[in-house]
């Protein structure tokens, strides 16, 4: 069965530095894709990055990079510089497979909420 | 639409009642899917309609609970005999077809959810 783990319930960041969430993940299917969503106070959820299990580069995103390491099953994020504006939930996600009869299921962490110091 | 549209935006009912959420995907997205988030929690996946092929209801946490999609385009979810621990936001979002592995790379559009009261 996929799950999605998230260990940090909440961190602290100064503005301006980088910060890593982590995210490790479990499945069986050698192919999926890894997304990292946030969600701001006002609830909305905030598509932010994604990486495939054949990518063989890291993915990035302006601010944002995934830490892909696929052996150790984790899939950190790296927000660097960060703003006011980061404040959020973070959500680590999975979505196992082609499709077929397991569908394109995407299942989501705990998440992990972030606030970032002035 | 530009979006993903739900409504209710806020639905207070009392216990025992059923209730209908809508959800209306962005134009030509032809996969749907409900999650529910209670307060403070992740994301608990509900059900995903994809086109024409048979909906996944493998996260329905009850019988009285279900969903349809007519036409495929919106989106009901309906509870029925409402409980107090149905008490959650439902969030609705839809994605492009896929197809292949590139397909896997498409994030979701969420909606701003329904938030559920069952007082």
């Known amino acids: 069965a996929q799950k999605i783990t998230q260990t940090q319930p909440g961190m602290f960041v100064q503005e301006k530095e980088a910060v890593t969430l982590d995210c490790t993940y479990d499945?069986?299917?050698?192919?999926?894709?890894l997304f990292w969503y946030k969600q701001p106070s006002s609830g909305e959820m905030i598509f932010l990055i994604y990486?495939?299990?054949?990518?063989?580069q890291n993915a990035t995103e302006g601010r944002y990079s995934l830490n892909f390491q696929k052996a150790r099953k984790s899939a950190n994020l790296v927000i660097s510089a960060s703003q006011l504006g980061d404040s959020a939930m973070y959500f680590c996600?999975?979505?196992?497979?082609?499709?077929?009869?397991?569908?394109?299921?995407?299942?989501f962490g705990a998440g992990t909420r972030l606030f970032v110091k002035a | 639409g530009a979006g993903v549209s739900q409504s209710p935006s806020n639905k207070v009912t009392e216990k025992g009642k059923d209730v209908e959420l809508r959800c209306d995907p962005i134009?030509?997205?032809?996969?749907l899917y409900w999650y529910r988030q209670s307060l403070g929690q992740g994301l608990e996946f509900l059900i995903y309609?994809?086109?024409?092929?048979?909906?996944?209801k493998s996260g329905l946490p009850s019988d009285r609970f279900s969903a349809e999609r007519t036409g495929g385009s919106v989106s009901t979810l309906t509870i029925q005999r409402t409980q107090q621990e149905d008490s959650a936001v439902y969030l609705c979002?839809?994605?492009?077809?896929?197809?292949?592995?590139?397909?896997?790379?498409?994030?979701?559009?969420f909606g701003s959810g329904t938030r559920l009261t069952v007082v």
């Open positions: 990486q495939g299990s054949y990518d063989q």
């Open positions: 309609f994809q086109g024409n092929s048979a909906p996944d």
């Open positions: 996600a999975m979505r196992e497979g082609l499709g077929g009869t397991g569908g394109f299921k995407t299942i």
């Open positions: 134009s030509g997205h032809t996969a």
């Open positions: 499945t069986s299917d050698p192919s999926y894709g």
């Open positions: 979002a839809s994605s492009s077809q896929p197809s292949g592995t590139g397909s896997l790379s498409g994030g979701y559009t």
